[in-house]
């Protein structure tokens, strides 16, 4: 297959080589979209305070998480479907789900922000968010739903370019966008002093400038991915393969918010210093979440260009090999964020409080992310291949109904932070062996061409 440009083809090569370099600009990427999380805590926690930074971090964070984490899950089916006729050199079909894609996605995207526009209040006020931070939480979440299209936009453009190879142009549009929000942020409030609100329009503003990047990219592109007039419609068969694989992905997203929501109930009931201290330590082990979410895609992306183009050795390979690179990565994270952490955090917050349980947390979670690894890698394996359905259930039973019974039990007999901590690991180990199993038992199946491979989706509409 032709490549036009600076794409990179899965479908050949070292594995493992293909893999890194795929995934190393994917990650500078995902790294830069957590620096805009991180640059927001610095910024809040150094300069407005302790209050502001439980507004900004707290409930507000949970709730963005929670949609546009669904919406970002749901665009995994897009980009699953564009990649496997990526794969197929499948000329006609690659720019119909391009241009289905962005269409949907707009539409989507429209809507949410005029429903979270509505229901801000009324869901902060359910979540029992702190009265001290409640007007700050308000008008931080409201001002960021107004400009979550670009956002959503350019997240939907990021997949696509992903999707077929080219993860080095969304890393490049993601440091000039990053670059704007350090300067707004330090320009609103620092220069104009416009507090919380001055955060979430850098925020917005920053979002608009990357998406505007990449929806150009798209359009001037040479190659058989490029967003054209003709394809800017729905394709009623395309869109239907993208939900059949991206809809059990968004409602996984969506129960891991609604757990972490009801642990942010749980949590805001504990104060503002634990509350601060949760977002902070969100912020300094950002960086492992940040890379997981890479490489799952790097997986996600590898298998799903492979199977579109009948190569089903190279996808076994691929997902053992894979695993081993991830798991290798997370301890070497894991060491790295504990030997740092405790010199980082007087650079975002000046409360020695909110240091000391933010450390706490930090070095109870860390060591443990290593059950994360195989919940990641096969999560991606499985969604390249386009089954998600049992995975997507496997994990809402496996993390997000465990969390939620733990609140109500264990968590109602000993209301401490050690007490909401540990429910995270319980539910990762319970899902790591039940999701072990399901993949052993499947894998001969799933990695089965179906008729006409590299023609046809795994699973056609």
Known sequence: MKRLEHTTDLTEGVIWKKLLLYFLPLAAGTLFQQLYNAVDALVVGRFIGTGALAAVGGSPAIVIQLVIGFVVALSSGASVVIAQRYGADDRENTGRAVGTAICAFFIAGLLMTVLMLFLAKPILYMMRTPADTMADAILYMRLFFAGSLFMILYNMGAGILSAVGNAARTFFFLVV??????????LFVTVFSMGVSGVALATVLSQMISCIFILRDLCRTK?????????????????????????????QSSMFGISNFILTVAINGLGTVV?????MSGKID??????????????????AQNYGAGKTERIRRGARIGTIVFLIMTVILSVTILLLAKQILPVFTKD?????????????????????????????????????LIPAIIMAIG?????????????????????????????????DLALGIYYLKKRKALFIPAEGAGKQPLFPA
């Open 223 to 251: 190659e058989i991915y490029r967003l054209t007039r003709e394809n800017l419609r729905i394709d009623r068969k395309l869109l239907k393969q993208m939900m059949k694989i991206g809809l059990p992905t968004g409602l």
């Open 352 to 388: 020695p409080a909110v240091q000391t349980t933010t450390w706490r947390i930090i070095t109870f979670f860390v060591p443990v992310y290593v059950t994360w690894t195989l919940i990641e890698a096969l999560g991606g394996i499985l969604r390249g291949l386009g089954d998600t």
């Open 399 to 431: 993390i997000c109904a465990v969390r939620i019974i733990w609140v109500f039990t264990a968590y109602r007999t000993w209301p401490t932070l050690i007490t909401i901590s540990i429910c995270y690991p319980v539910s990762w180990v319970l899902t």
């Open 177 to 186: 966008s990053c670059l704007c929000n350090i300067g707004l942020d330090l």
């Open 286 to 303: 950002g960086i492992y979440w940040a890379v997981s979410q890479a490489f799952g895609t790097a997986l996600m992306n590898f298998v």
């Open 275 to 279: 509350v601060a201290s949760w977002a």
